[in-house]
């Protein structure tokens, strides 16, 4: 019978093994903040590039004269409506065009602007401030139409 005798043999010790695993720690806690960080400013920059959007468009189906209406966008929550009629409360439902926000991404100013028809003029000018993680982008709406941010 024969014995076999391994000399050298390799292996990791426990300390490397400790070690290797607080680094890999460490890493992931510098880590996630920063991709948390980016994903929230990602989330505000995309809100604020959908909210111009969606007024635009409603603007320029106002402007067309669209199913012979004035259409608007309103605010509701972590959401925007675009909707057609006078008001979002007399507004034909069946048009409605909804685009949802995380729950991180708040809206505040204005919730409801109306564009006439031809002009595309909005009935109400002023601010729409979109928050998420302590960042904030701020939509400007004025009384000749124009839309900056």
Not at 19 to 24: C, G, K
Not at 62 to 85: C, L, M, P, Y
Not at 112 to 134: A, R, W
């Amino acid at each position: 019978m024969k014995i076999l005798i391994l000399k050298n043999k390799r292996a990791f010790t426990l300390i490397e093994i400790l070690i290797v695993i607080a680094l890999f720690s460490a890493i992931i806690l510098i880590g996630v903040p920063f991709s948390q960080s980016t994903l929230a400013a990602s989330e505000l920059e995309a809100a604020t590039e959908v909210t111009v959007k969606s007024l635009k468009l409603t603007q320029t189906q106002s402007q067309a004269v669209k199913e012979d209406a004035t259409w608007g966008v309103r605010i509701v929550g972590h959401n925007i409506v675009q909707f057609k009629g006078d008001s979002y409360d007399l507004r034909d439902a069946a048009y409605d065009g909804l685009t949802q926000f995380s729950d991180k991404t708040l809206f505040s100013g204005l919730t409801e602007v109306v564009f006439s028809k031809i002009d595309g003029l909005p009935d109400q000018t002023g601010n729409i401030v979109i928050e998420n993680s302590g960042k904030s982008r701020t939509i400007t709406i004025y009384a000749n139409g124009a839309i900056n941010y």
